[in-house]
């Protein structure tokens, strides 16, 4: 049973966008926080953006400005609009919803930004 399933990885050039999408699987999807983190081999996963059950949003100091967080309730969907992407931005990006003891993650999408 696959809960959340990440796409929209891809390969660009520095001040290129693409936009992640997680598709939720969850019979209470509106009542999950959802973030987004990423991962670099041999690095602890950073968490880099992330919406609550009320649309607020927080972001990585690193991203804010150029990152945007989404949630659609009618889609089941969470969106991360990623734009004048970097190098440094290199990484797979991961889908994570919690709610009370329930903690689920997507397989993680790749992203990565040439110079």
């Known amino acids: 049973q696959v809960l959340l399933v990440e796409s929209g990885g891809g390969s660009v050039q520095t001040g290129g966008s693409l936009r992640l999408s997680c598709v939720a699987s969850?019979?209470?999807?509106?009542?999950?926080?959802f973030y987004w983190y990423r991962q670099v081999p041999g690095k602890p996963r950073d968490l880099v953006a992330s919406?609550?059950?009320?649309?607020?949003?927080d972001y990585l100091d690193s991203v804010k400005g150029r990152f945007t967080i989404h949630r659609d309730m009618n889609e089941n969907t969470v969106w991360l609009q990623m734009n004048a992407l970097k190098p440094e931005d290199t990484a797979v990006y991961y889908c994570?919803?919690?709610?009370?003891?329930?903690?689920?993650w997507g397989q993680g999408t790749q992203v990565t930004v040439s110079s």
């Open positions: 969850l019979s209470s999807f509106r009542h999950y926080t």
């Open positions: 919406v609550g059950i009320d649309g607020t949003t």
């Open positions: 994570n919803a919690r709610r009370l003891n329930n903690d689920f």
